[in-house]
C-alpha cells in the first residue's frame, strides 16, 4: 500500500511526463508536495523503486520513468491495495544520448578524503559532457594533490569514474587501502601484491597484500574548469 504523499508524487511525474516527456526537476517535485527539503523526495523515489512502481535510468539528469500505477485516483486501501494495473499508455522512450548531451552524475567529494566511496542519499551532482562517459554507472570525485600529474590529472580536477569491482595492468583505477584510505592510481600487480603507481617522479610506488586493496573503480573521464 502506498503512502498519501508516494501516490501523490507517483501521479505527479506520470502528469510531467504525459505533458512534455520529461519528468519534473527535484526542486518542483519538491514544491508540488510541500516538502521542506529534496531529502524526503529522495526517500519516496526510492520506497517507490523497491515497490515496482518507479525506475530511475542512469547518467540521465532528470530520467524517471513510471512503471505502473495504483488503481484509481486515491491511495488503495483495504484489499484494493492489490489492485495494481501497468500503465496503459508507455512512458515515453529516451532518445539517444549525443555527444553534445549532458548528463549528471554523483558527485561524491574528493578522492583524498580518507573514506569509503558510498552512495548517499543526499549527493551533490556534476553536470558532465555524455561524450566522456562510456557505458556502465558512473560518479565523480574532485581530484585532491600533484600525484598523478605527469598523466595530466591534477589538483582540482574532477575525475570521472565508472564504477568497477576489478582492473586491468595498467589502469587509472580508484583504490581503497585497508577500507578507509582512497586513492586514484595506476593498477599493476606483483605476484601476491598490488601496486600503486603514481604519475610523478617525486613519489614512490605503493604495495600492498591484495587483501587490503578494494578496486572501486575505473577512470573514464576527466573534467577541469577554468577560472
Same mark, same amino acid.
Given at each position: 500500500?502506498?503512502? /498519501?504523499?508516494?501516490? *501523490? ?12 516527456? !520529461?519528468? +519534473? ?21 526510492? &520506497?517507490? #523503486? *523497491? ?7 542512469? $547518467?540521465?539528469?532528470?530520467?524517471? #520513468?513510471? !512503471?505502473?500505477? +495504483? #488503481? ?6 483495504? $484489499?484494493?491495495?492489490? @489492485? ?5 499508455? +508507455? ?8 555527444? @553534445?548531451?549532458?548528463?549528471?552524475? +554523483?558527485?561524491?567529494?574528493?578522492? &583524498? ?10 549527493? $551533490? @551532482?556534476?553536470? =558532465? ?13 574532485? =581530484? ?22 576489478? &582492473?586491468? *595492468?595498467?589502469?587509472?583505477? =580508484? ?10 592510481? %595506476? ?12 604519475? $610523478?617522479? /617525486?613519489? *614512490?610506488?605503493?604495495? %600492498? ?19
Amino acid at each position: 500500500m502506498l503512502t /498519501a504523499k508516494q501516490h *501523490e508524487l507517483l501521479h505527479f511525474i506520470q502528469q510531467k511526463l504525459d505533458a512534455g516527456g !520529461i519528468s +519534473p526537476s527535484f526542486e518542483e517535485m519538491k514544491e508540488a508536495l510541500g516538502l521542506k527539503s529534496k531529502s524526503g523526495i529522495h526517500r519516496l523515489i526510492s &520506497a517507490l #523503486e *523497491e515497490r515496482g512502481f518507479l525506475r530511475r535510468l542512469p $547518467n540521465r539528469a532528470r530520467a524517471l #520513468e513510471v !512503471i505502473k500505477l +495504483p #488503481e484509481g485516483s486515491k491511495p488503495a486501501v483495504g $484489499n484494493d491495495r492489490d @489492485n495494481i494495473v501497468p500503465l496503459r499508455k +508507455p512512458a515515453p522512450a529516451m532518445r539517444p544520448i549525443a555527444a @553534445n548531451d549532458i548528463v549528471e552524475v +554523483p558527485l561524491h567529494g574528493k578522492i &583524498a578524503a580518507g573514506v569509503p566511496i558510498e552512495a548517499f542519499e543526499d549527493y $551533490n @551532482n556534476l553536470a =558532465v559532457p555524455a561524450a566522456l562517459l562510456g557505458s556502465g554507472e558512473h560518479y565523480a570525485l574532485e =581530484v585532491s594533490g600533484d600525484s598523478m600529474v605527469e598523466a595530466g590529472i591534477f589538483d582540482g580536477d574532477y575525475a570521472l569514474i565508472q564504477k568497477a569491482s576489478t &582492473a586491468r *595492468e595498467g589502469d587509472i583505477v =580508484v583504490a581503497l587501502v585497508d577500507g578507509q584510505d582512497a586513492t586514484l592510481k %595506476y593498477f599493476r600487480r606483483e605476484g601476491p601484491m598490488i601496486r600503486l603507481d603514481p604519475a $610523478n617522479s /617525486a613519489y *614512490e610506488p605503493q604495495r %600492498y597484500p591484495a587483501e587490503r586493496v578494494i578496486v572501486q573503480g575505473r577512470l573514464s573521464g576527466l573534467l577541469r574548469r577554468y577560472h
